[in-house]
């Protein structure tokens, strides 16, 4: 199956550590996408990567949250210090490098906080 | 402010029906217009999109209806079926033109529910 992957599918993490969520692109794609989704509400933008290089991160909180795309391996995206807030469904989503539009989803993580 | 407004939040349809899910845009640089359908506890899977030089673009039971001039866009599912129950949003997005690009902005969802 050449869709996107995410691991781990749930995560459940206690509040103060680290939580770090994996995402591999279909293959041939080069775009990453992380959008979080929080319970009853749509999905929400956070940051968007390509290898090597993160182009736009307006939707990533400002303190405890990183995400990186390096050369080999996967997307990472990374909260520090966790809160009950940060509780939802990360998903990742990816697109081939020239067009940008066309954003194929992965399965997400359920992250809870407790 | 980017916002796409989606209605309604729910909506229950007989089987055979035709479910109408509507969204409204406010920035006219969004150029790309897709809908997502999520099953619970799934990720949510691209089912047609459009671009606005177009007014209405098919895909076998699923229509997609575009105003530009209302900046408002609709989906159409004909002859519903109960597997056609989940989540719809509607999402859109604006070329590259720096921070903000390619970004998709969700509406809220609809949940569909298709009843015998």
């Known amino acids: 199956n050449a869709g996107v992957m995410q691991n781990p599918r749930h995560l459940v993490r206690r509040r103060g550590q680290e939580a770090r969520l994996r995402c591999s692109p279909m293959k041939g794609h080069s775009h990453v996408y992380w959008y979080r989704q929080l319970p009853e509400e749509g999905l929400k933008f956070m940051v968007y990567l390509q290898k090597e290089n993160i182009i736009d991160e307006s939707g990533m909180p400002k303190e405890r949250f990183s995400a990186e795309f390096p050369k080999e391996g996967p997307s990472i995206l990374r909260i520090q210090q966790v809160v009950r807030g940060d509780s939802a469904a990360y998903f990742c989503a990816s697109s081939l490098g020239s067009s940008g539009y066309e954003q194929y989803f992965g399965p997400g993580t359920r992250l809870t906080v407790t | 402010q980017q916002q796409v407004k989606q209605s309604p939040q729910s909506l229950i349809v007989q089987k055979g029906g035709i479910s109408i899910i509507n969204c409204a845009y406010e920035n006219t640089a969004f150029d790309y217009f897709p809908w997502y359908q999520q099953f619970p506890g799934k990720g949510p899977a691209l089912l047609i999109a459009?671009?606005?030089?177009?007014s209405e673009k098919k895909e076998g039971r699923f229509t997609i209806s575009f105003n530009k001039s209302a900046k408002q866009f609709s989906l159409h599912i004909m002859d519903s079926q109960p597997g056609d129950s989940a989540t719809y949003f509607c999402a859109a997005s604006m070329p590259y033109s720096g921070a903000g690009s390619y970004q998709l902005t969700f509406g809220k969802g609809t949940k569909l529910s298709v009843i015998p």
């Open positions: 459009i671009r606005p030089d177009v």
